[in-house]
């Protein structure tokens, strides 16, 4: 049974704001109007803006020309990745003490699952308990968070969407919707609000002259499945009422480590991609380094000028790590991709996936390595060595893959 569980989804507020303005507190920290995101050029997108910038229309992945069309006055500044990644970390470790099961389900989303803490808690209440954790995780991270509660991550994440900060309560705060109020609750929602149900699938539904859950929960299932098919109609008729029963995973890993680029100008140059690719590469493996992990799939994107993206991937039979590994496969994927359609291109990004722990890579067999295998032990200890530099004197240090926006 899943309703008598106990969900958070603990979200931080303008989070990419909030730790740009902590790294940089006399230049981001003090300007009301920042955006985050974007190339200084103005080329890029929005990653986040402060409530006030968004008060003049600035959204999330906008084109950053757009943004300071908007708001001309804003202060816009690049996306602190280490930093965000740093807090992150710590919003984690926080939330930790309050249960084990904790899932971090993005940079500033964390799940906990406090199923069977009751006792502990001496029967507190579960909005308690979440004011609680919003008031230490602010009171030890300066962070403020959004929490949403409910017996089912879909519910937890909808009501935390609630509990956001608004014009007229610009602090946020907790929204716990109790068990079996789920239905209710979701009358409010558009269909586009639910997770999953992207530009795609709305043009589908509204074709059925579906657009919001109370648009959906009028029709039996049979209907639904009927027009959406047995998978698809299914799972909308389970999500319109509430019904998720997806387990928190406190020990699910990163599904990928990626690392991308949008260029202030179109690149077509085939030499100087190369060289954004292992400027890419290096920082993807140094941070999968970073996290104790190894891959098996390296993966290029690619976006022409014209926004067409186009993907190549290639799963390894031994997992890598190393700088060198990582980018000799990605130039193969790259070369693909540009024979493919030789177009200048806008984004260039290496993505590593099939994670696994460091230290579960297979031993790499004597003739495999004798034919050159993808990753050699030699690899290995120049990439434990480039960390270790980098670690006592920076990110920039030993040239390669460090100046640029680190
Ligand atoms: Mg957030």
């Known amino acids: 049974m899943t ?11 303008a989070f990419y704001v909030a730790v740009a303005r902590l790294v940089d507190p006399d230049g981001a920290g003090k300007a009301r109007l920042l955006i985050v995101g974007g190339a200084p050029d103005r080329r890029g997108v929005v990653t986040s803006a402060s409530y006030e910038a968004r008060a003049y229309g600035v959204q999330s992945a906008m084109p950053m020309a757009r943004a300071v069309r908007l708001c001309p006055g804003a202060t816009v500044v690049p996306v602190p990745w280490e930093a965000c990644a740093d807090k992150g970390r710590e919003i984690a470790a926080v939330l930790r ?6 899932e971090q389900a993005s940079s500033d989303e964390f799940y906990l699952d406090l199923s069977g803490t009751e006792r502990l808690y001496h029967d507190e209440p579960l909005a308690a308990t979440a004011r609680r954790i919003r008031d230490t995780v602010l009171a030890e991270t300066t962070l403020s968070l959004s929490i949403g509660g409910a017996t089912s991550k879909l519910v937890a994440k909808l009501a935390a969407g609630v509990a956001k900060p608004r014009p007229g309560s610009p602090s946020g705060g907790v929204h716990v919707v109790p068990p079996g109020a789920e239905a209710e609750f979701m009358l409010r929602f558009a269909l586009a609000d639910l997770p999953f149900v992207g ?115 290639r799963t ?30 806008r984004l260039l990004g290496v993505a590593l996936s099939q994670l696994g722990a460091e230290g579960a890579e297979g031993q790499l067999s004597l003739l495999e390595r004798e034919a050159g295998g993808i990753e050699t032990e030699r690899d290995r200890t120049i990439s434990r060595v480039i960390d270790e530099v980098r670690g006592k004197f920076g990110p920039d240090a030993l040239g390669r893959g460090g100046a640029q926006g680190r």
């Open 3 to 13: 309703t008598g569980r106990r969900i958070l989804l603990a979200d931080a507020d």
């Open 199 to 313: 530009p795609k699938f709305q043009e589908r539904l509204a074709r059925f002259g579906l657009r919001s859950v109370r648009d959906v929960v009028r029709h039996e299932r049979e209907t639904l499945v009927r027009w959406l098919g047995e998978r698809e109609g299914e799972w909308l008729y389970q999500r319109v009422r509430g019904h998720d029963a997806a387990p928190v995973e406190p020990d699910r890993e990163a599904k990928s480590v990626s690392r991308d680029e949008t260029f202030p100008t179109d690149v077509d140059d085939d030499d100087a991609l190369a060289a954004k690719l292992l400027v890419l590469a290096d920082r993807a493996s140094a941070d999968l380094r970073d996290g104790g992990l190894v891959a098996r799939t390296v993966s290029v994107k690619l976006r022409d000028a014209d926004f067409i993206t186009r993907q190549a991937s």
């Open 97 to 102: 003490r309050f249960t084990p099961a904790v």
């Open 316 to 345: 390894l039979p031994d997992p890598v790590r190393s700088d060198r590994a990582v980018y000799a496969v990605a130039r193969q994927l790259l070369a693909r991709l540009r024979r493919a359609r030789r177009v200048p291109a």
